[in-house]
């Protein structure tokens, strides 16, 4: 059972930053493909960011490219979202999750495991 903690969250004005950490309990990190997703109030949780076991590989949504950095440090088993230039639209509560394989990067379904989610709110 993998564990995971986010942290980082808050509130901040438009065209601000926030760094996200979400800390892994697992020893095995590295093998761990590692997504960043959020949900906004009545909408659906939807895919932000993933990074490979390695950090060799990333993607992003469209929303984001350009503005949102994934990074992966399996020394301290600790996976980073830096989010710059940030909007309005970016309010919601941010997840990580974590999985060893699945058939999509990109759908909440092929993660395994979830942290409890931190809350960020971009004000206009």
């Known amino acids: 059972q993998v564990q995971l903690v986010e942290s980082g969250g808050g509130l901040v004005q438009t065209g601000g930053s926030l760094r996200l950490s979400c800390a892994a309990s697992?020893?095995?990190?590295?093998?761990?493909?590692m997504g960043w997703f959020r949900q906004a109030p009545g909408k659906e949780r939807e895919f932000v960011t993933y990074?490979?076991?390695?950090?060799?590989?990333?993607d992003y949504a469209d929303s984001v490219k350009g503005r949102f950095t994934i990074s992966k440090d399996n020394a301290k088993n600790t996976v980073y979202l830096q989010m710059n230039s940030l909007k309005p639209e970016d309010t919601a509560v941010y997840y990580c999750?974590?999985?060893?394989?699945?058939?999509?990067?990109?759908?909440?379904?092929?993660?395994?495991?979830w942290g409890q989610g931190t809350q960020v709110t971009v004000s206009s």
């Open positions: 697992e020893r095995t990190f590295s093998r761990y493909t």
């Open positions: 990074i490979s076991g390695s950090g060799g590989s990333t």
């Open positions: 999750a974590a999985r060893l394989s699945g058939r999509s990067y990109y759908s909440v379904s092929s993660y395994d495991y």
